[in-house]
């Protein structure tokens, strides 16, 4: 057999021979030390996708490009979440906004009072009562569901948090004792979830709680430092 | 390390500290991919990098976590590279190239260069062999993927991978030549082609 082509010992560096070709490598030094000198070019390219180069762009750079197309909010341009909205503001967006409000302001409400949040057993839901049922957004797409579901936990957390700032009624009932040991609970829950995350990352449920904690994780620590005297600040707990 | 998810959830609400730092996090391996398809023009690569990022986030919204972000994002890159590539005329035309440089009769017009790694061989390699190259042997396309996303055929894509690999192989004969090759018993009497 003559010798094989440049191409062919060029495939054979990440390909099988056929027989003949085996044992044509088997017997020839010269197509062999090619096949290997392929090879190896292989293997340089393969030990190349590991390696890391400095970056071409830099944060300095990037940002005005990334303000002018409107990806970040600068307080002069519009957000792209808010623009989307604005160009796509469809009635079950809304809907579905309003009636996580008023969810929200009714489970802070309960809770101001000192009843638990979630009526377990209670017909007069504000929500129930105040939602008719032409108005609970139906999705036609998961995009749009999906979208609701962000918006909504943005709202919510948004929500807790300035009823943290805002609802005397809440720091009467709770000491900073209980607000601690919540805060604590908040910080174990948190970590666990977190574990959750690293098995279940894009799960939407798992993500969604981790969320809520952190969000309520937030609006205890702002609770926390109100009810503290105004010379003990808590920043981080 | 903030779990990604909430990351990528907050920059797409807009967070410019999120975007930041998944910028941060990926720029390094995305902008090397930049590098590697468009080869020594760092101007070029720069430019098309930022192009590439700014596509990147405008696109996030639309990710579904089916696969890793940094999979997601490096299909971007490749994409959005290969697209700025044949605006400026650098990959127009791939098949005719591969027939071009199939028919050349160049005896060896590297013998005087000689490489000190694989991105500066690369680097001497023409468009089509280089994106085919550097698609197959270090990002791991298949050559039906690396067909379909250069609009060849799959055949013209190992066409080109194999020619690619031969002037690399000539570029970098100080590092891959193997001196002595084991052979399971002696060496036959033919005469050797001059490669």
């Not at chain 1, 392929?38 to 990037?62: C, H, K, M, N, Y």
Request: hydrophobic share 45%.
């Amino acid at each position: 057999m003559s010798h094989l082509s440049t191409d062919r010992l060029s495939a054979l560096a990440d390909e099988s021979p056929t027989a003949t070709e085996l044992a044509h490598l088997a017997s020839c030094a010269e197509c062999a030390r090619e096949r290997a000198a392929f090879q190896a070019v292989v293997e340089l390219a393969a030990a190349d996708s590991a390696r890391i180069g400095s970056p071409l762009t830099s944060w300095e750079t990037l940002r005005p490009a990334l303000v002018a197309d409107r990806i970040i909010d600068d307080g002069s341009t519009v957000s792209p979440a808010a623009s989307r909205n604005r160009r796509g503001s469809r009635p079950w967006l809304q809907a579905a906004a309003a009636v996580l409000l008023v969810l929200g302001g009714a489970m802070a409400g309960r809770y101001s009072i000192g009843a638990s949040p979630l009526p377990i057993a209670d017909s007069s839901s504000v929500a129930a009562a105040s939602a008719p049922a032409d108005s609970v957004p139906r999705f036609h797409s998961i995009d749009e569901a999906r979208v609701a579901q962000l918006q909504s936990q943005a709202l919510y957390q948004s929500a807790t948090a300035f009823l943290a700032a805002q609802d005397t009624s809440i720091r009467a009932v709770d000491s900073p004792a209980a607000i601690r040991t919540r805060l604590a609970a908040l910080d174990r829950a948190t970590q666990a979830i977190g574990q959750a995350l690293d098995d279940a990352p894009y799960d939407p449920v798992i993500n969604g709680y981790y969320l809520s904690t952190l969000g309520q994780r937030e609006a205890t620590l702002r609770q926390l430092n109100m009810v503290m005297p105004a010379s003990m600040r808590i920043t981080s707990y | 390390m903030e779990h990604e998810p909430l990351l990528i959830r907050r920059a797409i609400a807009g967070d410019e500290g999120a975007l930041r730092a998944l910028w941060a996090r990926h720029a390094p391996h995305i902008d090397m991919v930049v590098r590697r398809l468009v080869g020594g023009d760092a101007d070029l690569a720069a430019d098309i990098a930022q192009e590439v990022w700014i596509q990147i986030f405008r696109a996030l919204p639309s990710y579904r976590g089916d696969s890793q972000f940094s999979t997601w994002a490096h299909r971007i890159a490749v994409n959005r590279t290969l697209n700025a590539l044949r605006k400026t005329k650098r990959l127009a035309n791939l098949e005719t190239e591969v027939t071009e440089d199939s028919a050349s009769v160049d005896p060896d017009p590297d013998r005087t260069f000689v490489a000190q790694s694989i991105e500066a061989a690369a680097a001497q390699l023409s468009p089509g062999a280089r994106t085919v190259f550097v698609m197959h042997d270090v990002e791991g396309y298949t050559h039906e993927e690396i067909a379909e996303q250069l609009g060849i055929t799959p055949g013209g894509s190992k066409s080109q991978l194999f020619k690619a690999r031969g002037k690399l192989r000539k570029l970098l004969a100080h590092l891959v030549d193997v001196r002595d090759v084991e052979l399971p018993r002696k060496e036959p009497a033919h005469v050797a082609p001059v490669y």
